[in-house]
């Protein structure tokens, strides 16, 4: 049995395909049980049939009540579950409290429950931000947190440290393992995505007027759930952080290339050209969504997926293909409308 938390997020939802087709029994949190069925839905979009290997059970990040019944019985332990970046938030706590707090109780409750390995879904940015290195970022590396970090990043750090802190101490015994992908793209499942493809839908709806300069890294969310799986049961992962990312940084404007290239008329509304940065920052004075990209104008993260193709035999899909399965999904979905 393997507990999956967050069950209705994007990575989470492929974790579950991925391990009902591998015949796994599934235990899938969710913070209420009124979303069963749209998960189900997700579920049936990404080809699962049958859903008798899996469950349901309810939990939060900001409360440990029912984390000990979602462990109960597990042998593995999935923690894709981690609030994710909005501009409304009033403050960084906001972030940095349910994901610290609510990593340590999956720890607390995978270790009373007897759980062999927890794999910790961490993110890209616990690795690279506040400093800037010329050559590509790997799993020794660590953001900043004496720098100034974004609330988003700064949360994804300072809990897969916590992860650390607790299996090294108390959590001795337990296995942990984490994934660190940069920008997840890939076929949607439905309306619930990573952020990371909202680029991708406002370029193909005609939402922006310009690109910003933005160059980051990317990885296809099927790749993402493989590598999980892989950290899952590999002895080689124990102990263990992998970068999951496709290949190198490509820019918004590499990205309306290839949608350009692959879907001609279907993607007349996306713009093919760049927005000064000087620009971008002065909107985002006015604007708190724009706000939330200022940090990462201009700035070059290239990462390297060396050791999880070396110690695991994860060979991730191009940029290309999860640009062009990301936006493909998006107008069979009809979710461009």
């Given at each position: 049995m393997v507990l999956v938390t967050g069950g209705s997020g994007f990575i989470?939802?492929?974790?579950?395909?991925?391990?009902l087709n591998k015949g796994y029994k599934v235990?899938?949190?969710?913070?209420?049980?009124?979303?069963?069925?749209?998960v189900k839905q997700m579920l049936t979009n990404g080809g699962i049939t049958d859903f008798a290997n899996l469950s349901f059970v309810e939990a939060d990040l900001s409360r440990e009540n029912g984390w000990a019944e979602a462990a109960q019985g597990c042998t593995y332990v999935i923690h894709c579950a981690s609030p994710t970046p909005r501009p409304d938030a009033r403050h960084e706590d906001e972030f940095i409290l349910p994901a610290v707090n609510g990593t340590l109780f999956v720890l607390r409750a995978a270790k009373a429950a007897g759980v062999q390995r927890v794999v910790l879904t961490s993110a890209f940015g616990a690795v690279c931000y506040g400093t800037d290195k010329k050559t590509p970022y790997t799993e020794e590396d660590w953001s900043d947190l004496s720098q100034n970090l974004p609330a988003y990043q700064k949360s994804k750090t300072l809990s897969e440290k916590a992860a650390w802190n607790y299996v090294t101490g108390e959590g001795k015994g337990l296995e942990l393992a984490v994934i660190n992908p940069v920008g997840v793209l890939g076929p949607v499942l439905g309306a619930d995505y990573s952020h990371s493809i909202q680029i991708i839908h406002r370029m193909l709806a005609g939402q922006l007027k310009g690109l910003p300069r933005l160059r980051a890294g990317y990885v296809d969310v099927r790749d993402v759930a493989d590598l999980h799986v892989k950290a899952m049961v590999d002895p080689a992962a124990r102990g263990e952080r992998f970068l999951a990312v496709a290949g190198e940084a490509i820019s918004m404007l590499d990205i309306a290339d290839i949608l350009h290239r692959e879907f001609g008329e279907k993607a007349a509304k996306v713009p093919?050209?760049?927005?000064?940065?000087?620009?971008?920052?002065l909107i985002a004075l006015f604007n708190p969504e724009v706000r939330l990209i200022?940090?990462?104008?201009?700035?070059?993260?290239?990462a390297s997926h060396e050791k999880a193709t070396h110690l695991l035999n994860w060979h991730p899909r191009s940029n290309k293909e999860a640009v062009t399965a990301t936006a493909e999904s998006l107008m069979r979905l009809g979710l461009l409308q």
């Amino acid at each position: 049995m393997v507990l999956v938390t967050g069950g209705s997020g994007f990575i989470a939802s492929y974790c579950i395909i991925a391990l009902l087709n591998k015949g796994y029994k599934v235990k899938a949190s969710l913070r209420s049980l009124n979303r069963i069925a749209e998960v189900k839905q997700m579920l049936t979009n990404g080809g699962i049939t049958d859903f008798a290997n899996l469950s349901f059970v309810e939990a939060d990040l900001s409360r440990e009540n029912g984390w000990a019944e979602a462990a109960q019985g597990c042998t593995y332990v999935i923690h894709c579950a981690s609030p994710t970046p909005r501009p409304d938030a009033r403050h960084e706590d906001e972030f940095i409290l349910p994901a610290v707090n609510g990593t340590l109780f999956v720890l607390r409750a995978a270790k009373a429950a007897g759980v062999q390995r927890v794999v910790l879904t961490s993110a890209f940015g616990a690795v690279c931000y506040g400093t800037d290195k010329k050559t590509p970022y790997t799993e020794e590396d660590w953001s900043d947190l004496s720098q100034n970090l974004p609330a988003y990043q700064k949360s994804k750090t300072l809990s897969e440290k916590a992860a650390w802190n607790y299996v090294t101490g108390e959590g001795k015994g337990l296995e942990l393992a984490v994934i660190n992908p940069v920008g997840v793209l890939g076929p949607v499942l439905g309306a619930d995505y990573s952020h990371s493809i909202q680029i991708i839908h406002r370029m193909l709806a005609g939402q922006l007027k310009g690109l910003p300069r933005l160059r980051a890294g990317y990885v296809d969310v099927r790749d993402v759930a493989d590598l999980h799986v892989k950290a899952m049961v590999d002895p080689a992962a124990r102990g263990e952080r992998f970068l999951a990312v496709a290949g190198e940084a490509i820019s918004m404007l590499d990205i309306a290339d290839i949608l350009h290239r692959e879907f001609g008329e279907k993607a007349a509304k996306v713009p093919r050209k760049e927005i000064p940065s000087w620009l971008i920052r002065l909107i985002a004075l006015f604007n708190p969504e724009v706000r939330l990209i200022v940090p990462h104008l201009d700035l070059v993260k290239g990462a390297s997926h060396e050791k999880a193709t070396h110690l695991l035999n994860w060979h991730p899909r191009s940029n290309k293909e999860a640009v062009t399965a990301t936006a493909e999904s998006l107008m069979r979905l009809g979710l461009l409308q």
